[in-house]
């Protein structure tokens, strides 16, 4: 090994290439994906994992994926002590570190020489995974029976960089969409081997010892940045409640996080133990959800530049126990919807506990919820007369508002943090036989505060031709994203049906319908929380929100004290009239 430490420069160089392979990565997948979950909203992430199995680099992956990548490495290593260069393994096992059975994850391990020096791994949704009905999240599976997906414990897939032809048969067989699996196979198969190649070029330039003493010093690194930021914390206990809502016969799933900082030695502990057993149902999540999402909490709170790797995971304890619905399920319990739901409440009682440190501390809870706007639709494509499986992602939850700025309007999902896209619609008007009336923002939808919640969405579709089948899982239909500080709530999500006749029904919280010809499914989806008192935000943004659509005159008089006069195209902030209004709302 290289005597001495490494130059900074170095160091960050090294460091930087790592990001940038796992960038070459993820566009291999965005670019060659056929399913437009993967080709457009970009449901994968791509990631570096150490022979040990220490997550070492991620760029812009996903939080839900990334954080429990080494999980599935270290099960790969314990099920193949004998792997070689040239092979290719997949994984989608939720009780062994793989997040939920549709995540299908390609581990490449890479070797210089005879030597194991990283994991390349890609992980990407799948529109279907044989599923005993269509779709990727099956929020009412009683056990892994029921649900009926396909699992891969760490399977074997290519030798010598050759498909075995077994495996991608049973696929092929069991997928409704045999052709689009392959494709999206192929993408994320491509990108793992695309991380191989680079990560082995990188060790021809600077030579195995030196990348090993680099990832060593790089963890120690990242350590000491994670120390610095913990130490910054007020210390204390912070304990936050909340629920999952109701879903068909199952009744609300109350849920806790309870999350010590030790500032003093740049620590924390997250204990997850004190929560419901496993339902039955696929709401459960599994070892490296429940890890990675109250990690990801934790995160939202802290310096962003941080590195998201090993090191800085030294200084993080969570605390989960078997047969927990945030915890380590066993073996039947289904957790199809491991990476939503439950999870994305998880992420929002993580990074809103901290909030109870005192007012500069953190951040609201956002959007939750996967109604029919971000539903798996699936039926035969009267113009091709074939079947067709897809998850939209055209729905937006609204972003959490935090003491630094308003929540996030493309937030989709807590469990994503921003990092998801939403589809376009005219490309999934072009590929599937739906045809939206309208997607548009809801104004007043955000929480009031200081800082805004983002504002929540509605949207109608059809079907166009021949009925097409919908599934969706809701949350936040009953208990709304909370503010912090004294921000308000964000609006709660509904899903309705308006039929041909123009009569409109709710529709429960989770379910399936076949959607006709002239009918539209309607979904309103759930704003983020408000960050402090809405009396103390800056006019001048009150006065932005209201030309924008974000905010009504009214609620601008009403709940944030600030009156707003003039045309429509030319709005201004009445000064005099806003003391006034502010001094009677009682305003400090």
Known sequence: ?????????????????????????????????????????????CSIVTGEDELLASAEGLPVHIFGAHLQTAELRRRHPDLRDGDAYLDNDPYVGGSHHADHTIMVPVFVGDTHLFTAVAKSHQADIGNSMPTTYFAMAKDVYEEGALNFPCVQVQRDREDISDVIEMCRRRIRVPDQWYGDYLATLGAARTGERRLKELVDVYGLELIRQFVAEWFDYSE????????????????????????????PIPLKVDLTVDAEAGRVSIDLRDNPDCVPAGLNMTRSTATNMAIAGLFNNIDPTVPHNAGAFRRVEVLLRENCVVGIPRHPTSASMATTNVADRLVNLAQSALGEAGTGHGVAEGGTGMGPGMGVISGTDWRTGMPFVNQMFVANNGGPASRDCDGWLTWILPVCAGLLYRDS????????????????????????????????????????????????????HESPPNGIHGGGPGAVAAAALRHATGEVTELPGTGAIALEPGQYVLNTTAGGGGFGDPRTRDADAVLHDVAEGYVTRDAAAEVYGVVIVGEEHAPRVDQDATQRRRAALGAV
Not at 444 to 473: I, K, Q
Request: net charge positive; glycine share 8%; proline share 6%.
């Open 1 to 45: 090994m290289t005597s001495g430490t490494l130059d900074p420069a170095q160091m960050a160089v090294i460091a930087n290439r790592l990001d940038t392979i796992v960038r070459e990565m993820t566009s291999t997948l965005l670019r060659a994906g056929r399913s437009s979950v993967i080709a457009v909203a970009r449901d994968f992430s």
């Open 224 to 251: 000491r940045r994670m120390t610095a930021a913990i130490s910054a914390l007020p210390s204390g206990r912070y304990v936050r409640h909340g629920q999952h809502d109701s879903v068909g016969p199952l009744p």
């Open 425 to 476: 619609i005219e490309i999934n008007e072009q590929k599937y036989p739906v045809q939206f009336d309208y997607v548009r923002l809801l104004p007043d939808s955000g929480g009031p505060g200081r800082h805004r919640g983002a504002n929540a969405m509605e949207l109608a579709y059809t079907a166009r031709g021949n009925p097409v089948d919908v599934v969706w899982t809701l949350d936040a």
